[in-house]
C-alpha cells in the first residue's frame, strides 16, 4: 500500500493529469499501537505463567525430613590440633569419626576451618584425609570481612 502526494503546483496550472511522489515519512503511529498493546498482552499473562499448574494436595501424616541442622565443620586450631565439631579427634581418627557422624553418606558438605596461623600444608593433610575418605563435597571457610578489606585495600 502506497502513499502519494499530490503536487500543489499541479493542480495550481490547471493541468489535467496529477503528478503523483512517494510519501518520505513512515507513519509510527500504528507501530506505537500495536505495541502497546503486545506490552498490555505481556503484563496480563506474566502473572499466570508463575502459577503453574494448580494442584490441591492431599493432607500429610508423616512428619517432614529433617534436614541436617548443624554444619559438618572441621577445624584446625593455632596449634594444629583438629577438631570435628566441637570434639578433638587425631589425624588418624577423623575418617571414622566423620564416618560415625554422617553415615558413610558421601554427598555430605565438610566444612573446613583453618587458623590464620597454621601452615598451609597442615591444613591441606586434614582436606587431604577427608578426601581420601570419600567426602568430595568439602569447603575451605575464610572471614568474609578480612577478604573485603583486602580488596578495599587493593583499591
Not at 517432614?64 to 548443624?70: A, F, S, T
Not at 577478604?147 to 580488596?151: E, G, M
Given at each position: 500500500m502506497a502513499a502519494f502526494m499530490v503536487d500543489r503546483n499541479d493542480r495550481a496550472?490547471?493541468?489535467g493529469r496529477r503528478r503523483t511522489r512517494p510519501m518520505s515519512e513512515i507513519n509510527v503511529t500504528p507501530m506505537v499501537d500495536v505495541m502497546l498493546v503486545l506490552l498490555i498482552i505481556f503484563m496480563v499473562t506474566a502473572p499466570l505463567l508463575t502459577t503453574g499448574v494448580?494442584?490441591?494436595?492431599p493432607d500429610g501424616t508423616t512428619a517432614?525430613?529433617?534436614?541436617?541442622?548443624?554444619p559438618l565443620t572441621v577445624s584446625v586450631d593455632a596449634q594444629g590440633r583438629v577438631f570435628v565439631q566441637d570434639t578433638e579427634v587425631a589425624l588418624e581418627e577423623l575418617t571414622p569419626r566423620l564416618?560415625?557422624?554422617?553415615?558413610?553418606?558421601?554427598?555430605?558438605?565438610?566444612?573446613?576451618?583453618?587458623?590464620?596461623?597454621?601452615?598451609?600444608?597442615?591444613?591441606?593433610?586434614?582436606?587431604?584425609a577427608i578426601n581420601a575418605a570419600g567426602y568430595r563435597k568439602v569447603a575451605l571457610i575464610t572471614d568474609p570481612r578480612i577478604?573485603?578489606?583486602?580488596?578495599d585495600g587493593q583499591r
Open positions: 496550472h490547471g493541468r494448580e494442584v490441591d494436595l517432614p525430613v529433617q534436614g541436617q541442622d548443624e564416618a560415625a557422624i554422617t553415615g558413610r553418606n558421601p554427598d555430605v558438605r565438610v566444612f573446613v576451618r583453618g587458623d590464620r596461623a597454621i601452615n598451609y600444608g597442615q591444613v591441606m593433610q586434614v582436606v587431604g577478604a573485603a578489606a583486602a580488596v
